[in-house]
């Protein structure tokens, strides 16, 4: 969806506000903030959930930042699960600013989803909507968004529900993502292990006790030190074929 001609995106008219350091509410025009850290600010909306609401509100410990960051939907969680599995991520703040313009008629404002830092030093704003859920005003924010990002040099997604297989194995390895999972005897066990592809249960039970085994195996296919193959096609099972990554650690 175009933006209406009234909105004028030049940095004097598009501002951010925001949480800063201290705590202070800060706004600011959108170009004065391009290289502020809004992966650590604190979310400038809180999570709330009651009963009889359709959306479910929490709270999701992410092993990327070591950190609770917030989401307001199963959608929204769903999405952070996979955020905080993506080696590339290092850092995510949940509702990090309110963008706030001018359509024309009233000011608007509109608080993106997710704030993410890349490995590589670039940000991606992300905005978690399904796609038969996006009205006129949602698709008119997002765009906005879009091209405030543009201007600010930071990326723009608008995701919706995410493939089902593969948030169905990043889910369960969810469970082990916790460094309490690791144990070092036994991850250089399994590594040796899986040097050659091998199935899943096969190789923890070669590894030892697959008590002890199968949740540091898991932990370091969470850290993605060891791949699944299929996972993004076939649900993880006994014969699921594992092998040792040919990257480096997470």
Sequence with gaps: MAVPAEVNLAAPYVELSYVDAVRERQRRPLLDCVTNRFEDVAPVRPFRWSQGERHFAGWYWAATTGQHVGFESWLERDRLVLMDFDPKVVGIASQPFWLHWHDGERERRHAP?????????????????????????????????????????????????????????????????????????????????????????????????RLATLPVLFHLLWLQELTAKGMAVELMGPRTVVHLAGGGTR
């Excluded at 905005?127 to 091209?147: G, N, Q, S, Y």
């Design 113 to 209: 989803d997710y704030f993410v830092r890349r490995a590589d030093g670039s940000a991606v704003v992300v905005d978690v909507r399904a796609d038969e859920r996006i009205e006129p005003k949602d698709a008119e924010a997002f765009e906005v968004t879009r091209l405030a990002c543009v201007r600010a040099g930071w990326g723009f997604q608008r995701v919706g529900v995410s493939e089902e297989v593969l948030l169905a194995n990043v889910r369960w390895l969810s469970r082990y993502r916790h460094p309490r999972c690791l144990n070092s005897l036994a991850s250089g066990r399994l590594r040796e292990v899986f040097a050659a592809p091998t199935p899943l249960m096969a190789g923890a039970d070669t590894a030892g006790d």
